[in-house]
């Protein structure tokens, strides 16, 4: 026998039936992924809400609740790669109002909507399952024409799902439903008016739009069981976190509907309330007398002395410059910027090194001066670290971008991006900037940061709104002292200009 000859042979034959078991494998996985697109949706009643729930191909595995036209919630609960859907078809407000307000029901609510959801999801499973392996079975038939093929489809869709399935049990994050991300559209909100209109006629257009959106966004988040709003303790310390207004109205109406819908008991303002800091811009800030709960506010580089002297003849004004107060159960200390970038007639010194120097010249003063403060608002992040050790939270701006930080000591830092989306000349810029704020829930025996929920705006213009859930995963942290370094700076400070 001509061994070469046999070789060859034996190579086609080979290579033949791994292509028809590539084909085979192929055909039996996209056939079952249709089986599952068309059989596997379930609808369920899911305590006042009539959902619909499916299973979707996906390369970055999490669970998704669309509630249009309001938006989404997008749920990080496992890296295979499947998706699951919930999609609210329908709520039944007087049923969903009557639930809320049985007090009856109060503690065994959870657990009925554990129960739908449960039933529905097991539902799901059963539908997904029988419904990819008869696509598998049935799309290898109608393929290949052989029983033998189809049953080879079968067990390829077996394999596929029990793969998919412990995957996704293998990686599951339970504690992911507890940190939603909310994404969505505002239904017939405004588009970009063309270029002939001025930017007054834009602003007042953006300004009522995004105070709607802010309100059903709100009020969405905190009514529907689906949305977990951060209620372990009722009586949790809810402080709204702004920064860097610059002269924006629309931060008014932003800064007014969360603290309606999310039963704010104090707003902390870090700074840059105006461009400027001239007289004609103090009239800005009579809008904060309006609010109803304390306003406690840190001057920024963009704001003068007077602005801070404006800022604290508004009723509920809080103005901390070196100093303590307690506001809503929290001891808050609160340093102004150093700087005045407007007046160009004096020297401005924004070097980090002089920047960290005078906040570490404070830091040591405010533990020896007063008593141990709950939170630290200062408006440059430089000046911010300095603190690091003295304070279990400080809050910060100035960056025009959001950002937050664990420190080493056990501090932690959160840099608050532009409630004004910096301002009206956002308006004249291709991209807009993000309009953000986050509120913030503190424990009220400890005074320790529990979770805090970060807002975003799309911008001056967009269209889209984010609400993400952040939990504090060790509150009761031991908060440890920075060692004392170097002497006390002059205070004086610039460079370049800041934002």
Known sequence: MDFRRWARGARRIATGRIARATAIAAVAVACAWLGIAVGGPVRVAVGPVEAG???????????????????????????????????????????????LEDPRLADRLPGLLEEDLSEGVGRLVLR???????????????????????????????????????????????????????????????????DAESIVTRFESYRGQLAKLVNNVSQ?????????????????????????IHLNLISWNLIRSITAQFKID??????????HGTGPEDNFVEEIGDFGVPYVFVRGNHDSRATQRAVARQKGAVVLDDSVETVAGLRIYGLG????????????????????????AHATRLTQAFEPVDLVAVHDP???????????????????????????????????????GAGLRALEHDEPTPVMASVL???????????????????????????????????????????????????STAGPETP
């Open 53 to 99: 729930m499916s299973a979707e191909l996906s390369w970055t595995g999490e669970t998704v609740v669309d509630a249009r036209p309001l938006g989404a919630l997008l749920f990080d609960t496992h890296d295979a790669p499947i998706r699951l859907r919930v999609t609210l078809e329908n709520i039944d407000t007087e049923r969903a109002r009557a639930m």
């Open 128 to 194: 997904v399952v029988v419904g990819g392996l008869a696509g598998a079975l049935i799309g290898c038939l109608i393929v290949f024409r052989r029983p033998r093929a189809a049953l080879a489809g079968l067990l390829s869709g077996v394999v596929m799902i029990a793969g998919v399935g412990t995957a996704a049990l293998a990686t599951y994050r339970p504690d992911s439903v507890v940190e939603p991300e909310y994404t969505g559209l505002l239904a017939g909100a405004p588009s970009l008016i063309g």
């Open 220 to 244: 969405l988040y905190d009514t529907v069981s689906a949305l977990p709003v951060y209620d372990a303790d009722p009586t949790a310390i809810r402080v709204l976190h702004v920064s860097d």
């Open 266 to 275: 104090a707003i902390v303002d870090t700074g840059d309330i105006t461009d």
């Open 337 to 360: 910027d150093p700087r005045f970038t407007p007046d160009k007639s004096v020297v401005v010194d924004s070097d980090p090194d002089s920047l960290a120097a005078l906040g570490r």
């Open 382 to 420: 430089t000046i911010a670290r300095s603190f690091s050790g003295s304070t279990p939270m400080i809050l910060a701006g100035h960056a025009h971008a959001r950002s937050t930080e664990l420190l080493p000591t056990g501090t932690r830092i959160l840099v608050q991006g532009s409630t004004g």
């Open 441 to 491: 829930y503190f424990d009220r025996e400890t005074h320790r940061l529990r979770a805090w929920d970060d807002i975003t705006l799309g911008g001056l213009g967009e269209q889209s709104v984010q609400i993400q859930r952040h939990l504090e995963n060790d509150p009761g942290r031991t908060i440890s002292p920075e060692p004392t370094i170097g002497p006390s700076p002059t205070g």
